[in-house]
Protein backbone atom coordinates (compact mmCIF):
# COMPACT_ATOMS: atom_id res chain seq x y z
CA UNK A 1 0.00 0.00 0.00
CA UNK A 2 1.36 3.47 -1.47
CA UNK A 3 1.76 6.63 1.56
CA UNK A 4 -1.29 8.06 -0.66
CA UNK A 5 -3.54 5.13 0.07
CA UNK A 6 -2.87 5.21 3.88
CA UNK A 7 -3.72 8.85 3.87
CA UNK A 8 -7.58 8.19 2.32
CA UNK A 9 -9.86 8.14 5.20
CA UNK A 10 -12.68 5.70 4.34
CA UNK A 11 -16.08 5.66 2.81
CA UNK A 12 -17.82 5.69 5.95
CA UNK A 13 -15.98 8.91 7.43
CA UNK A 14 -16.40 10.54 4.07
CA UNK A 15 -20.46 9.69 4.08
CA UNK A 16 -20.34 10.54 7.94
CA UNK A 17 -18.66 13.87 7.59
CA UNK A 18 -21.11 14.67 4.51
CA UNK A 19 -24.19 14.39 6.63
CA UNK A 20 -22.73 16.47 9.49
CA UNK A 21 -21.14 19.10 8.03
CA UNK A 22 -23.11 21.44 5.46
CA UNK A 23 -19.98 22.59 3.94
CA UNK A 24 -17.86 19.13 3.19
CA UNK A 25 -19.61 19.30 -0.26
CA UNK A 26 -17.02 22.05 -1.08
CA UNK A 27 -14.12 19.49 -0.52
CA UNK A 28 -15.35 16.93 -3.46
CA UNK A 29 -14.23 17.19 -7.13
CA UNK A 30 -17.74 17.74 -8.62
CA UNK A 31 -18.10 21.32 -9.92
CA UNK A 32 -20.82 23.44 -8.00
CA UNK A 33 -20.54 26.86 -8.17
CA UNK A 34 -20.58 27.75 -4.47
CA UNK A 35 -17.24 26.74 -4.64
CA UNK A 36 -15.74 29.96 -6.52
CA UNK A 37 -18.37 32.41 -5.84
CA UNK A 38 -18.12 36.19 -5.58
CA UNK A 39 -20.36 38.99 -4.33
CA UNK A 40 -20.99 41.83 -6.67
CA UNK A 41 -22.16 45.62 -4.69
CA UNK A 42 -22.89 49.08 -5.61
CA UNK A 43 -25.23 48.05 -8.52
CA UNK A 44 -27.61 50.35 -9.97
CA UNK A 45 -31.42 50.97 -8.64
CA UNK A 46 -32.46 49.77 -12.03
CA UNK A 47 -31.32 47.04 -14.10
CA UNK A 48 -31.42 43.69 -16.19
CA UNK A 49 -29.98 40.37 -15.10
CA UNK A 50 -29.61 40.43 -18.91
CA UNK A 51 -27.77 43.38 -19.71
CA UNK A 52 -25.38 42.89 -16.59
CA UNK A 53 -24.69 38.82 -17.94
CA UNK A 54 -23.57 40.95 -20.99
CA UNK A 55 -21.59 43.53 -19.02
CA UNK A 56 -19.66 40.24 -17.55
CA UNK A 57 -19.62 37.77 -19.98
CA UNK A 58 -19.12 39.99 -23.74
CA UNK A 59 -17.37 43.58 -22.72
CA UNK A 60 -15.01 42.43 -19.74
CA UNK A 61 -14.60 38.80 -21.26
CA UNK A 62 -15.02 37.15 -16.97
CA UNK A 63 -16.07 33.88 -18.14
CA UNK A 64 -19.09 33.22 -15.61
CA UNK A 65 -21.09 30.51 -15.23
CA UNK A 66 -23.91 31.51 -13.00
CA UNK A 67 -25.16 35.01 -11.90
CA UNK A 68 -27.48 34.80 -8.74
CA UNK A 69 -29.80 37.53 -7.39
CA UNK A 70 -30.78 37.46 -3.78
CA UNK A 71 -33.82 39.31 -4.91
CA UNK A 72 -35.84 41.23 -7.43
CA UNK A 73 -34.10 44.80 -7.54
CA UNK A 74 -31.56 44.71 -5.12
CA UNK A 75 -28.60 46.40 -5.01
CA UNK A 76 -26.02 43.30 -4.83
CA UNK A 77 -25.83 39.85 -6.08
CA UNK A 78 -23.45 36.88 -6.43
CA UNK A 79 -21.30 36.21 -9.55
CA UNK A 80 -20.20 32.38 -9.89
CA UNK A 81 -16.81 30.92 -11.39
CA UNK A 82 -15.65 27.40 -12.72
CA UNK A 83 -11.93 27.89 -11.39
CA UNK A 84 -10.20 30.62 -8.55
CA UNK A 85 -7.96 31.91 -11.12
CA UNK A 86 -11.29 33.20 -13.08
CA UNK A 87 -12.85 34.58 -9.87
CA UNK A 88 -9.69 36.41 -8.90
CA UNK A 89 -9.39 37.75 -12.39
CA UNK A 90 -13.09 38.86 -11.79
CA UNK A 91 -12.49 40.38 -8.90
CA UNK A 92 -9.90 42.74 -9.82
CA UNK A 93 -11.56 43.32 -12.95
CA UNK A 94 -14.99 44.52 -11.39
CA UNK A 95 -13.77 46.45 -8.22
CA UNK A 96 -13.94 49.92 -8.76
CA UNK A 97 -15.48 49.99 -12.28
CA UNK A 98 -18.35 52.19 -13.25
CA UNK A 99 -21.48 50.66 -14.64
CA UNK A 100 -24.58 52.70 -14.98
CA UNK A 101 -22.70 55.79 -13.29
CA UNK A 102 -22.30 53.13 -10.65
CA UNK A 103 -19.29 52.46 -8.71
CA UNK A 104 -19.07 48.67 -8.33
CA UNK A 105 -17.19 45.91 -5.73
CA UNK A 106 -16.16 42.85 -5.57
CA UNK A 107 -14.94 40.36 -3.09
CA UNK A 108 -15.12 36.88 -2.34
CA UNK A 109 -18.60 35.33 -1.36
CA UNK A 110 -19.02 32.91 1.38
CA UNK A 111 -20.46 29.39 0.03
CA UNK A 112 -23.86 28.70 0.76
CA UNK A 113 -24.16 25.57 3.41
CA UNK A 114 -26.00 22.36 2.09
CA UNK A 115 -29.53 22.91 2.92
CA UNK A 116 -29.82 19.24 3.48
CA UNK A 117 -27.55 18.91 5.79
CA UNK A 118 -28.36 21.80 7.51
CA UNK A 119 -31.79 20.98 7.84
CA UNK A 120 -31.08 17.86 9.47
CA UNK A 121 -28.54 19.18 11.70
CA UNK A 122 -31.35 22.12 12.80
CA UNK A 123 -33.81 18.65 13.53
CA UNK A 124 -30.83 17.06 15.44
CA UNK A 125 -30.08 20.07 17.72
CA UNK A 126 -33.88 20.74 18.87
CA UNK A 127 -34.78 17.13 18.43
CA UNK A 128 -37.73 17.61 16.26
CA UNK A 129 -39.48 16.26 13.20
CA UNK A 130 -40.50 18.54 10.34
CA UNK A 131 -44.06 19.78 11.06
CA UNK A 132 -45.21 18.38 7.83
CA UNK A 133 -47.63 15.65 7.06
CA UNK A 134 -45.13 14.23 4.71
CA UNK A 135 -42.91 13.37 7.94
CA UNK A 136 -46.14 12.07 10.00
CA UNK A 137 -45.19 8.26 10.83
CA UNK A 138 -48.46 7.75 10.10
CA UNK A 139 -48.75 8.53 6.56
CA UNK A 140 -47.94 5.76 3.86
CA UNK A 141 -44.59 6.26 2.02
CA UNK A 142 -47.22 5.83 -1.02
CA UNK A 143 -49.97 8.75 0.43
CA UNK A 144 -46.78 11.11 0.68
CA UNK A 145 -45.96 10.17 -3.19
CA UNK A 146 -49.42 11.21 -3.56
CA UNK A 147 -49.38 14.12 -1.56
CA UNK A 148 -45.83 15.51 -3.04
CA UNK A 149 -47.08 14.51 -7.21
CA UNK A 150 -50.82 14.38 -7.44
CA UNK A 151 -51.95 16.97 -4.50
CA UNK A 152 -55.43 17.07 -6.07
CA UNK A 153 -56.24 13.51 -6.03
CA UNK A 154 -58.94 13.02 -3.43
CA UNK A 155 -60.56 16.04 -4.57
CA UNK A 156 -63.90 15.83 -6.91
CA UNK A 157 -62.27 16.84 -10.63
CA UNK A 158 -65.20 19.46 -11.12
CA UNK A 159 -63.75 21.10 -8.09
CA UNK A 160 -60.41 21.06 -9.52
CA UNK A 161 -61.31 22.45 -12.89
CA UNK A 162 -62.84 25.74 -10.04
CA UNK A 163 -60.01 26.07 -7.97
CA UNK A 164 -57.67 26.12 -11.68
CA UNK A 165 -60.06 28.72 -13.44
CA UNK A 166 -60.05 31.23 -10.62
CA UNK A 167 -56.10 30.81 -10.60
CA UNK A 168 -56.10 31.93 -13.92
CA UNK A 169 -58.58 34.73 -13.35
CA UNK A 170 -55.90 35.82 -10.61
CA UNK A 171 -52.82 35.62 -13.02
CA UNK A 172 -54.94 37.58 -15.80
CA UNK A 173 -55.45 40.14 -12.54
CA UNK A 174 -52.15 40.28 -12.00
CA UNK A 175 -50.86 40.96 -15.85
CA UNK A 176 -53.77 43.49 -16.10
CA UNK A 177 -52.51 45.54 -13.51
CA UNK A 178 -48.83 45.18 -14.10
CA UNK A 179 -49.23 46.39 -17.79
CA UNK A 180 -50.75 49.55 -16.29
CA UNK A 181 -47.50 50.09 -14.28
CA UNK A 182 -45.73 53.02 -16.08
CA UNK A 183 -48.17 52.56 -19.40
CA UNK A 184 -50.36 54.89 -18.52
CA UNK A 185 -51.11 55.08 -22.39
CA UNK A 186 -52.52 51.90 -21.88
CA UNK A 187 -55.24 53.28 -18.74
CA UNK A 188 -58.20 53.88 -20.93
CA UNK A 189 -57.99 51.19 -22.97
CA UNK A 190 -57.70 48.73 -19.78
CA UNK A 191 -60.11 50.14 -17.91
CA UNK A 192 -62.41 49.74 -20.47
CA UNK A 193 -61.83 46.03 -20.52
CA UNK A 194 -62.03 45.18 -17.09
CA UNK A 195 -65.60 46.92 -16.80
CA UNK A 196 -66.39 43.89 -19.60
CA UNK A 197 -64.64 40.98 -18.05
CA UNK A 198 -65.07 41.00 -14.45
CA UNK A 199 -61.96 43.23 -13.49
CA UNK A 200 -59.94 41.12 -16.21
CA UNK A 201 -57.82 42.68 -19.20
CA UNK A 202 -59.60 40.32 -21.56
CA UNK A 203 -62.20 37.33 -21.73
CA UNK A 204 -61.58 34.40 -20.02
CA UNK A 205 -63.42 31.40 -21.44
CA UNK A 206 -64.54 28.23 -19.58
CA UNK A 207 -61.44 26.00 -19.02
CA UNK A 208 -61.06 22.84 -21.15
CA UNK A 209 -60.18 19.25 -20.18
CA UNK A 210 -59.36 16.05 -22.10
CA UNK A 211 -62.09 13.44 -21.17
CA UNK A 212 -59.78 10.85 -19.85
CA UNK A 213 -58.40 12.79 -16.52
CA UNK A 214 -56.73 9.17 -15.44
CA UNK A 215 -53.16 7.83 -16.62
CA UNK A 216 -52.90 9.96 -19.10
CA UNK A 217 -49.09 11.08 -18.68
CA UNK A 218 -46.98 10.08 -22.21
CA UNK A 219 -43.64 11.01 -19.69
CA UNK A 220 -42.43 10.39 -16.55
CA UNK A 221 -38.58 11.10 -15.16
CA UNK A 222 -38.33 8.58 -12.07
CA UNK A 223 -35.66 8.77 -9.42
CA UNK A 224 -33.85 5.83 -8.44
CA UNK A 225 -33.00 5.69 -4.83
CA UNK A 226 -33.61 4.29 -1.55
CA UNK A 227 -37.41 4.14 0.86
CA UNK A 228 -37.59 5.83 3.98
CA UNK A 229 -36.10 3.18 5.73
CA UNK A 230 -33.30 3.37 3.56
CA UNK A 231 -32.96 -0.73 3.45
CA UNK A 232 -34.89 -1.00 -0.22
CA UNK A 233 -34.00 0.15 -3.86
CA UNK A 234 -37.08 2.49 -5.10
CA UNK A 235 -37.98 3.51 -8.25
CA UNK A 236 -39.97 6.22 -8.24
CA UNK A 237 -40.23 10.36 -6.91
CA UNK A 238 -39.02 11.84 -4.40
CA UNK A 239 -40.67 11.82 -0.97
CA UNK A 240 -40.08 15.90 -0.56
CA UNK A 241 -37.64 17.95 -1.55
CA UNK A 242 -33.68 17.98 -0.89
CA UNK A 243 -33.52 21.35 0.84
CA UNK A 244 -36.68 19.62 3.61
CA UNK A 245 -33.91 17.09 4.57
CA UNK A 246 -34.93 14.34 2.76
CA UNK A 247 -33.80 12.21 -0.04
CA UNK A 248 -35.91 9.24 0.28
CA UNK A 249 -37.94 7.49 -2.79
CA UNK A 250 -41.86 6.69 -2.53
CA UNK A 251 -43.74 3.79 -5.00
CA UNK A 252 -45.91 4.99 -8.07
CA UNK A 253 -47.95 1.55 -7.96
CA UNK A 254 -51.22 3.83 -6.97
CA UNK A 255 -50.35 7.45 -8.83
CA UNK A 256 -53.87 8.22 -10.82
CA UNK A 257 -51.98 9.75 -13.94
CA UNK A 258 -49.74 6.98 -14.50
CA UNK A 259 -50.33 4.41 -17.10
CA UNK A 260 -50.10 0.59 -16.19
CA UNK A 261 -47.34 0.25 -18.69
CA UNK A 262 -44.94 2.44 -17.72
CA UNK A 263 -45.47 1.28 -13.97
CA UNK A 264 -45.17 -2.41 -15.22
CA UNK A 265 -41.54 -1.48 -16.40
CA UNK A 266 -40.56 0.42 -13.39
CA UNK A 267 -41.43 -2.72 -11.23
CA UNK A 268 -39.40 -4.79 -13.66
CA UNK A 269 -36.65 -2.30 -13.40
CA UNK A 270 -36.34 -2.59 -9.68
CA UNK A 271 -35.52 -5.85 -9.59
CA UNK A 272 -33.07 -5.40 -12.37
CA UNK A 273 -31.08 -2.25 -10.07
CA UNK A 274 -31.39 -4.69 -7.19
CA UNK A 275 -29.57 -7.18 -8.77
CA UNK A 276 -26.79 -5.52 -10.26
CA UNK A 277 -24.81 -5.16 -7.00
CA UNK A 278 -24.60 -1.24 -7.76
CA UNK A 279 -26.40 1.32 -5.21
CA UNK A 280 -28.25 3.72 -6.46
CA UNK A 281 -26.80 7.44 -6.32
CA UNK A 282 -26.89 9.31 -3.39
CA UNK A 283 -27.13 13.26 -3.54
CA UNK A 284 -25.92 13.38 0.01
CA UNK A 285 -22.22 12.19 -0.40
CA UNK A 286 -23.03 11.72 -3.95
CA UNK A 287 -21.42 8.10 -4.15
CA UNK A 288 -24.01 5.31 -5.99
CA UNK A 289 -24.46 4.87 -9.42
CA UNK A 290 -27.96 4.15 -10.39
CA UNK A 291 -29.45 7.42 -11.10
CA UNK A 292 -32.93 7.71 -13.15
CA UNK A 293 -35.30 6.39 -15.76
CA UNK A 294 -37.13 8.31 -17.90
CA UNK A 295 -40.08 6.49 -19.65
CA UNK A 296 -41.94 7.43 -22.43
CA UNK A 297 -45.45 6.11 -23.89
CA UNK A 298 -47.89 6.49 -26.64
CA UNK A 299 -51.12 5.28 -27.33
CA UNK A 300 -49.81 3.03 -30.29
CA UNK A 301 -48.76 1.04 -26.99
CA UNK A 302 -44.84 2.01 -27.73
CA UNK A 303 -42.76 2.43 -24.68
CA UNK A 304 -39.00 3.82 -24.18
CA UNK A 305 -37.03 3.48 -21.61
CA UNK A 306 -33.82 5.48 -20.75
CA UNK A 307 -31.97 4.38 -17.95
CA UNK A 308 -29.72 6.60 -16.00
CA UNK A 309 -26.48 6.03 -14.23
CA UNK A 310 -23.51 8.07 -12.61
CA UNK A 311 -20.71 6.01 -13.85
CA UNK A 312 -18.09 7.33 -11.15
CA UNK A 313 -15.40 5.18 -11.71
CA UNK A 314 -16.49 2.54 -13.10
CA UNK A 315 -14.48 1.11 -16.35
CA UNK A 316 -16.18 1.38 -19.89
CA UNK A 317 -15.91 -2.18 -20.18
CA UNK A 318 -18.21 -2.67 -16.79
CA UNK A 319 -20.25 -0.04 -18.49
CA UNK A 320 -21.12 -1.74 -21.36
CA UNK A 321 -21.32 -5.29 -19.18
CA UNK A 322 -24.58 -3.38 -17.95
CA UNK A 323 -25.89 -2.24 -21.42
CA UNK A 324 -25.67 -6.07 -22.16
CA UNK A 325 -27.24 -6.99 -19.13
CA UNK A 326 -29.84 -4.22 -19.14
CA UNK A 327 -30.88 -5.41 -22.94
CA UNK A 328 -30.76 -9.36 -22.02
CA UNK A 329 -33.00 -8.47 -19.44
CA UNK A 330 -35.10 -6.80 -21.72
CA UNK A 331 -34.91 -9.42 -24.82
CA UNK A 332 -35.18 -12.71 -22.75
CA UNK A 333 -35.60 -12.33 -19.15
CA UNK A 334 -37.84 -11.17 -16.69
CA UNK A 335 -38.26 -7.91 -18.62
CA UNK A 336 -39.38 -9.49 -21.66
CA UNK A 337 -42.63 -9.62 -21.33
CA UNK A 338 -43.13 -5.85 -20.84
CA UNK A 339 -42.12 -5.18 -25.12
CA UNK A 340 -40.07 -2.07 -24.50
CA UNK A 341 -40.15 -0.56 -28.00
CA UNK A 342 -36.76 1.72 -27.62
CA UNK A 343 -34.12 1.39 -24.81
CA UNK A 344 -31.55 3.71 -24.13
CA UNK A 345 -28.37 3.85 -21.93
CA UNK A 346 -27.97 7.54 -20.34
CA UNK A 347 -24.02 7.94 -18.41
CA UNK A 348 -25.01 10.84 -16.17
CA UNK A 349 -21.62 12.57 -14.92
CA UNK A 350 -21.42 14.97 -11.81
CA UNK A 351 -19.96 18.24 -12.92
CA UNK A 352 -16.25 18.45 -11.99
CA UNK A 353 -14.19 21.43 -11.70
CA UNK A 354 -13.79 23.60 -14.09
CA UNK A 355 -15.47 21.51 -16.49
CA UNK A 356 -19.22 20.41 -17.68
CA UNK A 357 -21.64 18.05 -16.79
CA UNK A 358 -21.79 15.00 -19.55
CA UNK A 359 -25.03 12.95 -20.06
CA UNK A 360 -24.03 10.71 -23.12
CA UNK A 361 -27.27 9.19 -24.56
CA UNK A 362 -26.54 5.36 -25.99
CA UNK A 363 -28.71 3.38 -28.00
CA UNK A 364 -28.93 -0.15 -27.22
CA UNK A 365 -32.16 -2.22 -28.43
CA UNK A 366 -35.29 -1.72 -30.26
CA UNK A 367 -36.33 1.51 -32.20
CA UNK A 368 -34.29 4.79 -31.84
CA UNK A 369 -37.57 6.21 -31.41
CA UNK A 370 -41.59 5.54 -30.65
CA UNK A 371 -44.60 7.04 -32.33
CA UNK A 372 -47.37 8.76 -31.45
CA UNK A 373 -50.76 9.80 -32.81
CA UNK A 374 -52.06 13.52 -32.43
CA UNK A 375 -55.27 15.04 -34.39
CA UNK A 376 -55.12 12.20 -37.14
CA UNK A 377 -50.90 12.61 -37.60
CA UNK A 378 -48.64 10.47 -36.55
CA UNK A 379 -45.42 11.63 -34.64
CA UNK A 380 -41.68 10.43 -33.91
CA UNK A 381 -40.60 10.97 -30.78
CA UNK A 382 -36.58 10.58 -30.13
CA UNK A 383 -35.33 10.38 -26.37
CA UNK A 384 -35.15 14.39 -25.86
CA UNK A 385 -37.49 15.94 -28.30
CA UNK A 386 -40.03 18.08 -26.30
CA UNK A 387 -43.67 16.78 -26.64
CA UNK A 388 -47.13 17.26 -24.38
CA UNK A 389 -47.08 14.26 -21.69
CA UNK A 390 -50.69 14.47 -21.84
CA UNK A 391 -51.49 13.58 -25.45
CA UNK A 392 -55.52 13.70 -25.27
CA UNK A 393 -54.87 17.30 -23.43
CA UNK A 394 -52.34 18.53 -26.11
CA UNK A 395 -55.45 17.55 -29.10
CA UNK A 396 -57.77 20.13 -27.13
CA UNK A 397 -54.84 22.47 -26.31
CA UNK A 398 -53.90 22.71 -29.85
CA UNK A 399 -57.54 22.88 -31.26
CA UNK A 400 -58.22 25.88 -28.88
CA UNK A 401 -55.49 28.16 -30.42
CA UNK A 402 -56.00 27.26 -33.60
CA UNK A 403 -59.52 28.66 -32.90
CA UNK A 404 -57.32 31.80 -31.31
CA UNK A 405 -55.00 32.00 -33.94
CA UNK A 406 -57.62 32.03 -36.63
CA UNK A 407 -55.64 31.61 -39.48
CA UNK A 408 -56.20 31.75 -43.42
CA UNK A 409 -54.82 30.47 -46.65
CA UNK A 410 -52.83 34.02 -46.63
CA UNK A 411 -51.08 32.98 -43.52
CA UNK A 412 -47.76 32.00 -42.62
CA UNK A 413 -47.80 30.21 -38.98
CA UNK A 414 -44.40 31.13 -36.73
CA UNK A 415 -43.99 28.27 -34.36
CA UNK A 416 -41.32 29.27 -32.01
CA UNK A 417 -40.08 26.59 -29.41
CA UNK A 418 -41.93 23.93 -32.16
CA UNK A 419 -40.36 20.61 -30.89
CA UNK A 420 -41.44 18.04 -33.09
CA UNK A 421 -43.48 20.16 -34.81
CA UNK A 422 -46.76 19.05 -33.13
CA UNK A 423 -48.21 22.42 -33.22
CA UNK A 424 -47.18 23.41 -36.90
CA UNK A 425 -48.18 20.59 -37.99
CA UNK A 426 -51.77 20.30 -36.83
CA UNK A 427 -51.99 24.03 -37.69
CA UNK A 428 -50.49 23.13 -41.55
CA UNK A 429 -53.95 22.62 -43.02
CA UNK A 430 -55.37 25.43 -41.58
CA UNK A 431 -52.50 27.84 -42.96
CA UNK A 432 -50.80 29.07 -45.93
CA UNK A 433 -47.36 27.57 -44.75
CA UNK A 434 -45.62 27.37 -41.29
CA UNK A 435 -41.98 28.16 -40.42
CA UNK A 436 -40.86 26.58 -37.50
CA UNK A 437 -37.55 27.00 -35.16
CA UNK A 438 -36.14 24.81 -31.83
CA UNK A 439 -33.00 24.79 -30.49
CA UNK A 440 -32.83 20.97 -29.93
CA UNK A 441 -31.89 19.35 -33.29
CA UNK A 442 -33.13 15.73 -32.73
CA UNK A 443 -36.36 16.96 -32.28
CA UNK A 444 -36.01 19.06 -35.62
CA UNK A 445 -34.84 15.64 -37.24
CA UNK A 446 -38.09 14.64 -35.73
CA UNK A 447 -40.39 17.58 -36.93
CA UNK A 448 -38.89 17.17 -40.72
CA UNK A 449 -39.50 13.12 -40.53
CA UNK A 450 -43.48 14.22 -39.41
CA UNK A 451 -43.62 16.42 -42.15
CA UNK A 452 -42.88 14.12 -44.45
CA UNK A 453 -44.43 11.23 -43.16
CA UNK A 454 -47.94 12.74 -42.64
CA UNK A 455 -47.41 14.17 -45.83
CA UNK A 456 -47.31 18.31 -44.95
CA UNK A 457 -45.46 20.24 -47.56
CA UNK A 458 -45.96 23.71 -46.84
CA UNK A 459 -43.84 23.42 -43.37
CA UNK A 460 -40.49 24.34 -43.05
CA UNK A 461 -38.00 23.42 -39.47
CA UNK A 462 -34.83 25.17 -38.57
CA UNK A 463 -32.68 24.30 -36.13
CA UNK A 464 -31.00 27.10 -33.30
CA UNK A 465 -31.70 29.34 -30.66
CA UNK A 466 -35.03 31.48 -31.47
CA UNK A 467 -33.21 34.64 -30.44
CA UNK A 468 -30.20 33.71 -32.50
CA UNK A 469 -32.17 32.85 -35.93
CA UNK A 470 -36.05 34.09 -35.66
CA UNK A 471 -35.18 37.25 -38.08
CA UNK A 472 -33.75 35.14 -40.77
CA UNK A 473 -36.60 32.92 -40.56
CA UNK A 474 -39.20 35.83 -40.76
CA UNK A 475 -38.09 37.33 -43.79
CA UNK A 476 -38.80 34.15 -45.74
CA UNK A 477 -42.19 34.76 -44.77
CA UNK A 478 -44.30 34.82 -48.33
CA UNK A 479 -47.67 35.14 -46.66
CA UNK A 480 -49.50 38.32 -46.53
CA UNK A 481 -49.89 38.17 -42.37
CA UNK A 482 -47.93 36.63 -39.84
CA UNK A 483 -49.29 34.85 -37.00
CA UNK A 484 -46.92 33.38 -34.20
CA UNK A 485 -47.76 30.74 -31.64
CA UNK A 486 -45.51 30.50 -29.39
CA UNK A 487 -44.83 27.09 -26.45
CA UNK A 488 -41.54 27.96 -24.65
CA UNK A 489 -40.38 26.61 -21.68
CA UNK A 490 -41.09 27.24 -18.35
CA UNK A 491 -38.95 30.37 -18.06
CA UNK A 492 -40.57 32.04 -21.39
CA UNK A 493 -39.21 32.85 -24.39
CA UNK A 494 -35.83 34.87 -24.57
CA UNK A 495 -35.78 38.94 -24.71
CA UNK A 496 -34.54 39.19 -28.23
CA UNK A 497 -36.64 37.10 -29.20
CA UNK A 498 -39.37 38.82 -28.21
CA UNK A 499 -38.40 42.14 -29.31
CA UNK A 500 -37.85 40.18 -32.59
CA UNK A 501 -41.20 39.57 -32.62
CA UNK A 502 -42.67 42.92 -31.62
CA UNK A 503 -40.82 44.78 -34.61
CA UNK A 504 -42.24 42.22 -37.03
CA UNK A 505 -44.98 44.91 -38.98
CA UNK A 506 -46.43 41.88 -40.44
CA UNK A 507 -47.11 39.96 -37.09
CA UNK A 508 -50.14 41.14 -36.07
CA UNK A 509 -51.48 37.97 -33.64
CA UNK A 510 -49.39 36.11 -31.17
CA UNK A 511 -51.01 33.34 -29.42
CA UNK A 512 -48.91 32.43 -26.15
CA UNK A 513 -49.02 29.21 -24.53
CA UNK A 514 -47.68 28.81 -21.23
CA UNK A 515 -47.34 25.80 -18.59
CA UNK A 516 -47.21 28.34 -15.59
CA UNK A 517 -48.54 31.59 -16.68
CA UNK A 518 -46.48 33.34 -13.95
CA UNK A 519 -43.25 32.59 -14.69
CA UNK A 520 -43.83 33.92 -18.12
CA UNK A 521 -45.54 37.57 -17.05
CA UNK A 522 -42.73 38.97 -17.79
CA UNK A 523 -42.77 38.05 -21.76
CA UNK A 524 -46.98 39.37 -21.60
CA UNK A 525 -45.92 42.48 -19.76
CA UNK A 526 -43.10 43.69 -22.03
CA UNK A 527 -45.12 42.44 -25.17
CA UNK A 528 -47.41 45.26 -24.12
CA UNK A 529 -44.02 48.06 -23.47
CA UNK A 530 -45.11 51.60 -25.03
CA UNK A 531 -42.67 51.87 -27.84
CA UNK A 532 -39.18 53.16 -27.15
CA UNK A 533 -35.89 52.62 -28.26
CA UNK A 534 -35.53 49.30 -27.02
CA UNK A 535 -39.14 48.04 -28.05
CA UNK A 536 -39.57 48.80 -31.30
CA UNK A 537 -43.04 47.90 -32.95
CA UNK A 538 -46.41 48.43 -31.65
CA UNK A 539 -47.29 46.79 -28.39
CA UNK A 540 -49.65 43.76 -28.07
CA UNK A 541 -52.43 43.50 -25.57
CA UNK A 542 -54.37 40.35 -24.69
CA UNK A 543 -57.90 39.58 -26.51
CA UNK A 544 -58.93 36.39 -25.01
CA UNK A 545 -57.62 33.52 -22.85
CA UNK A 546 -58.18 30.05 -22.30
CA UNK A 547 -57.40 27.59 -19.73
CA UNK A 548 -56.26 24.32 -20.74
CA UNK A 549 -56.21 21.30 -17.65
CA UNK A 550 -52.89 19.53 -19.08
CA UNK A 551 -52.59 17.91 -15.95
CA UNK A 552 -55.39 16.84 -13.71
CA UNK A 553 -55.23 15.89 -10.25
CA UNK A 554 -51.84 18.84 -10.08
CA UNK A 555 -52.28 22.14 -9.31
CA UNK A 556 -50.50 23.46 -12.64
CA UNK A 557 -53.05 24.25 -15.61
CA UNK A 558 -52.04 25.37 -19.02
CA UNK A 559 -52.75 28.81 -19.91
CA UNK A 560 -53.34 30.25 -23.58
CA UNK A 561 -53.02 34.04 -24.11
CA UNK A 562 -53.98 35.68 -27.41
CA UNK A 563 -52.31 39.20 -28.27
CA UNK A 564 -52.92 41.24 -30.85
CA UNK A 565 -51.33 45.01 -32.03
CA UNK A 566 -53.13 47.77 -29.62
CA UNK A 567 -54.30 49.75 -32.85
CA UNK A 568 -55.60 46.50 -34.60
CA UNK A 569 -57.72 46.36 -31.44
CA UNK A 570 -58.81 49.58 -30.91
CA UNK A 571 -59.74 50.16 -34.91
CA UNK A 572 -62.15 46.55 -34.89
CA UNK A 573 -63.83 48.32 -31.55
CA UNK A 574 -64.23 51.79 -33.24
CA UNK A 575 -65.78 49.93 -36.21
CA UNK A 576 -67.59 47.60 -34.24
Not at 121 to 140: A, C, M, R
Not at 445 to 468: H, I, R, Y
Not at 471 to 488: F, H, N, W
Not at 497 to 518: A, E, H
Request: proline share 5%; glycine share 6%; hydrophobic share 35%.
Amino acid sequence: MTDTETKQPPVEDITERSENDPYAYLERDNFTSEKFKVEVRGLPKYYGIGEFKKLLNEKLDLQTCKVKPPKQSSGWLYVCFRSEECRQRAISTLNGILWKNCKLSAQIAKPAPDPFVKRKLEENKTNKKLKNELHDPDISAMDRVKFTTTPLWNMPYSSQLELKQKEMKSVLMKIGQKMLEGNTYLSEWINSQKKLYENLPCELKPILHAQSTEAYRNKCEFTIGKNIEGDKVIIGFRLSSYAAGCTAVGPIDDLCHIPKNMKTAVKALEEFVQNSGLEPFNPVDHSGYWKQVTARTSRLDQLMLIVGINPQDLATEKLKELQNQLKEFFESGKGSTIDVTSLYFQTMENKSVGSESRNLLQHINGTEYIEETLLEKKFRISPQAFFQVNTLGAEVLYKAAIDMAEPTNDTTLLDICSGTGTIGLSFSKHCGEVLGVEVVSDAIKDAKQNALQNGVTNCEFFVGKAEDILYPIIQRATKSRIVAVVDPPRAGIHQKTLLTLRKTRKLTRLVYISCDPRAAMRNLIDLSRPRSKQYCGEPFVPIKAIAVDMFPHTKHCELIICLERLSEVTNSNVNS
